[in-house]
């Protein structure tokens, strides 16, 4: 059983920074590509940002230049340092990553964590 348990998130004053962790546990063979998600109240879900096994990064461009993401292989968690926040970043941010796993044959799918939510006052 695979698991994706995030932490860090909060209220934090706009301008200011916030470190979202996420971790993953349980059997499987690799991690591919981790990323964040979010989802503010009454629009869709969104890509943040997401990294390859390899380090490759990919942002959207509403959050360059102001969130880094990161990962540690030997963790298996990826980070997510958000700093100058704005009040458009308030939103449930989610944790995803595609993890191949063995059971009768190798299956790889994405993994969602259950969301931490983050909130930036004005």
């Known amino acids: 059983q695979v698991q994706l348990v995030e932490s860090g998130g909060g209220l934090v004053q706009a301008g200011g920074s916030l470190r979202l962790s996420c971790a993953a546990s349980g059997r499987f063979f690799s991690i591919n590509v981790m990323g964040w998600y979010r989802q503010a109240p009454g629009k869709q879900r969104e890509l943040v940002a997401a990294i390859t096994s390899g380090g490759d990064t990919n942002y959207a461009d509403s959050v360059k230049g102001r969130f880094t993401i990161s990962r540690d292989n030997a963790k298996n968690t990826v980070y997510l340092q958000m700093n100058s926040l704005k009040t458009e970043d308030t939103a449930v941010y989610y944790c995803?990553?595609?993890?191949?796993?063995?059971?009768?044959?190798?299956?790889?799918?994405?993994?969602w964590g259950q969301g931490t939510q983050v909130t930036v006052s004005s």
């Open positions: 995803n990553a595609v993890i191949t796993t063995y059971s009768s044959g190798t299956m790889t799918r994405g993994y």
